[in-house]
């Protein structure tokens, strides 16, 4: 089971030209050992039954990650393409040995994009207009699918009030693998309004467990936008993101603090 929350430090998107982006990737076997090995850190500082069960089950999904390519080993080429896999992916999974070297370049990978669309300023109205979009895509599958959930935040100098939410969209890309050659792709998109505080905060949560039309079809992309009009000239703005993958934080609130003052935007997700 790959479970992670990943929460990028802030982007401030006034520092970069328009339509330049901020990229991170994500592997997904070094997320699963850098988990472990934080784990064992913690247990030479201080040991207990807790910590000895955690680096347990620790090792234990990373024994399921190995397992699950070497599964994928048998699969042809024309399939791991199918499931969004690269060339050097595919060749690292045909020849796959256990090792640290080949678990990192069979593995996985997301890869999310921040990107700056407006940030403009109206002397008649004394309004801001901030627009920032976050994608992420898989190249490749993770090993289990389950209940994502995916937040985003603006934050705006001199705590400006954000005088209103004109879109949250979403557009989410599935694929259906019924059979080889047989790859049924569709999508679902959505438009409403995010709750805010001072800064603004926006929250969503979607499901990788979407019933096709014989299998569950596999969440490959997204693409999450906001737009927002602020009162003031800015001199920056910031947007974070969460995107969590499986994890025991969808059961109740989350909170992301992305203010260098210390103020928060609170973002709710929930089932």
Do not use: C
Request: glycine share 8%; hydrophobic share 30%; aromatic share 12%.
């Amino acid at each position: 089971m790959f479970s992670f929350v990943l929460i990028v430090g802030i982007v401030n998107l006034t520092s970069i030209t328009a339509n330049a982006t901020n990229t991170i990737i994500i592997n997904e076997y070094e997320e699963l050992k850098s988990e472990y090995n934080m784990l064992k850190a913690k247990q030479s500082i201080m040991k207990s039954n807790e910590i000895s069960k955690k680096i347990e089950e620790s090792g234990n999904k990373i024994n399921k990650f190995k397992n699950h390519i070497y599964e994928l080993k048998e699969f042809s080429v024309e399939e791991l393409k199918q499931h969004n896999y690269n060339d050097d992916q595919i060749e690292a999974i045909k020849t796959y040995d256990g090792s640290e070297e080949k678990s990192i370049k069979a593995a996985a990978t997301i890869k999310f994009t921040v990107k700056k669309n407006t940030f403009s300023y109206n002397s008649k109205t004394g309004l801001t207009t901030v627009k920032a979009t976050v994608s992420f895509t898989w190249s490749g599958g993770p090993e289990e699918y389950g209940k994502d959930a995916f937040a985003m935040a603006y934050e705006a100098d001199n705590n400006h009030n954000f005088k209103k939410i004109s879109t949250v969209s979403s557009s989410l890309k599935y694929k259906e693998y019924i059979a080889v050659g047989n790859v049924k792709t569709w999508s679902k998109s959505a438009t409403g309004k995010g709750n805010q505080g001072v800064t603004g905060s926006y929250g969503w949560e979607f499901p990788f467990k979407v019933m096709g039309d014989k299998y569950y079809a596999y969440l490959s992309s997204g693409t999450f936008t906001t737009t927002g009009v602020v009162s003031g000239k800015l001199k920056y703005f910031n947007v974070r993101y969460l995107y969590s993958h499986r994890t025991s934080y969808l059961a109740g609130g989350l909170g992301i603090s992305i203010s260098k003052s210390g103020v928060s935007a609170g973002i709710t997700l929930t089932h």
